[in-house]
Nanobody, 117 residues
Framework: QVQLRESGGGLVRAGGSLTLSCAASGSSFNFNDLGWYRQAPGKQRELVAAITGGGVTDYKDSVKGRFIISRDNAKKTVYLQMNSLNPEDTAVYYC???????????WGQGTQVTVSS
């Protein structure tokens, strides 16, 4: 049973930084596409950043140049470094990992990020 555990959320002032981590357990790390999503109150969940098995990254336009997604396969972990945070970044952030062979997607439980002005 694959489980994803996120950490690193919290309260930060505008202009500050946070780094989110998402570690997988219960399986060997056979995941290709990894991603971070977020959901603000009253809004749909949206893709923030993604990274392929080959290390190709993609970002939502509003976070380009501020957020960096990375992965450490040996640690079964995906990271999201968030810089220059603003109140519009406030949301619950979720990690998603898609299994390379089954294409089953696994989600973390979410971690709250709150940016005060």
């Amino acid at each position: 049973q694959v489980q994803l555990r996120e950490s690193g959320g919290g309260l930060v002032r505008a202009g500050g930084s946070l780094t989110l981590s998402c570690a997988a357990s219960g399986s060997s790390f056979n995941f290709n596409d990894l991603g971070w999503y977020r959901q603000a109150p009253g809004k749909q969940r949206e893709l923030v950043a993604a990274i392929t098995g080959g290390g190709v990254t993609d970002y939502k336009d509003s976070v380009k140049g501020r957020f960096i997604i990375s992965r450490d396969n040996a640690k079964k972990t995906v990271y999201l470094q968030m810089n220059s945070l603003n109140p519009e970044d406030t949301a619950v952030y979720y990690c998603k990992m898609t299994h390379a062979y089954s294409n089953v997607a696994y989600w973390g439980q979410g971690t709250q990020v709150t940016v005060s002005s």
